[in-house]
């Protein structure tokens, strides 16, 4: 029963991070041999930011995941609300290793008093990025707590604000989810780092900021079905470059993240989670995610 119950605390949205899904048995976190696992993820995010001049925003949109968005370039004073839709496939090649494929769209409406004293206000709908990646583990959890490492590449990314231009293969993170269970609760530890290469975007050549990404969380059984998590998220940002100057500081942020999980039976399974920061950038997530597992 705890064994079923513990895969609604560390999950995968086909990337990086298994802070979802994490089951009492390592067994369970990884897709078997052959299984075939689909998620389906929604989030809506909303920011206010004043004085932003950067290109691009990397958004974290749950379980670690990040997506790379091109941003306004001057502003005084700008209120966003996104919407970012997530869907994804894994696939066990063993019982220790699964890879996954994952695509990202994004809709947003941003509203924004430039320093001249103009308010705009502006929406899009488009497709973001596609990414694949392994999981792969290197430990139980017996006399040492459970290893799983993983890595991916976003092999396509759009970097234009209205349409699309794609560059490819210019972002890969990689990390590692530990955990121990400790009946009825998990403790776990994720970690994360995403390289953002050069890019041109919009006849400029723009170097986004790379990150690095700290999660400790906890999880608790309430019963066989629902499961409660706390953690929190750290953040850190480095400098993003346009033409070889940077534009902004080196950032740092920290998010309280909380979450419950329902798995009606062991073939569907349900995350929520909201997001809010505790020092940085103002902005708050709400998300939703279902996985399916198909044998």
Same mark, same amino acid.
């Given at each position: 029963m705890l064994t079923r119950f513990f895969t609604l605390i560390l999950g995968i949205s086909a990337n990086?991070?298994?802070?979802?899904?994490?089951p009492l048995s390592i067994e369970e976190l990884l897709t078997s041999k052959n299984e075939v696992r689909l998620s389906l993820s929604l989030d809506y995010i909303t920011s206010d930011n004043n004085r932003v001049f950067s290109r691009t925003r990397n958004l974290n949109i749950g379980n670690n995941q990040s997506i790379t968005v091109v941003s306004v370039v001057d502003s005084i004073d700008r209120n966003q609300d996104l919407g970012i839709f997530t869907l994804g496939v894994r696939y066990g090649i063993s019982s220790a290793t699964e890879v996954y494929l994952r695509g990202a769209g994004l809709a947003s409406?941003?509203?924004?008093?430039?320093?001249?004293?103009?308010?705009?206000?502006?929406?899009?709908?488009?497709?973001?990025?596609? $990414?694949? #990646?392994?999981?792969?583990?290197? *430990?139980? !959890?017996?006399?040492?707590? @459970? =290893?799983?490492m993983f890595a991916d590449l976003t092999v396509a990314e759009?970097?234009?604000?209205?349409?699309?231009?794609?560059?490819?293969?210019?972002?890969? $993170?990689? #990390?590692?989810?530990?955990?121990? *269970?400790? !009946?009825?609760?998990?403790? @776990? =530890?994720?970690?994360?780092y995403r390289y953002s290469a050069e890019r041109q975007i919009q006849g400029d050549d723009v170097d986004p900021s790379d990150q690095f990404l700290i999660n400790p969380n906890i999880g608790f059984a309430v019963n066989n079905q629902i499961s409660l998590t706390a953690g929190v998220q750290l953040r850190i940002s480095t400098k993003e470059q346009v033409n070889g100057v940077s534009n902004e500081n080196f950032a740092t942020r920290t998010d309280l993240e909380l979450g419950v999980g329902y798995a009606p039976n062991n073939k569907i399974r349900f995350n929520f989670d909201v997001r809010t920061n505790i020092s940085g950038p103002s902005n708050a997530r709400v998300g939703m995610n279902v996985t399916y597992r198909w044998q």
């Open positions: 990086i991070s298994l802070a979802d899904d994490l409406h941003t509203r924004q008093q430039r320093e001249d004293g103009a308010r705009l206000s502006r929406s899009s709908q488009q497709w973001e990025d596609v $990414a694949i #990646g392994i999981n792969h583990r290197l *430990s139980e !959890d017996n006399k040492t707590p @459970a =290893l799983i759009n970097t234009s604000r209205d349409g699309y231009d794609f560059v490819y293969g210019k972002t890969a $993170a990689f #990390g590692f989810t530990t955990y121990r *269970s400790i !009946d009825p609760i998990v403790l @776990a =530890l994720n970690a994360s």
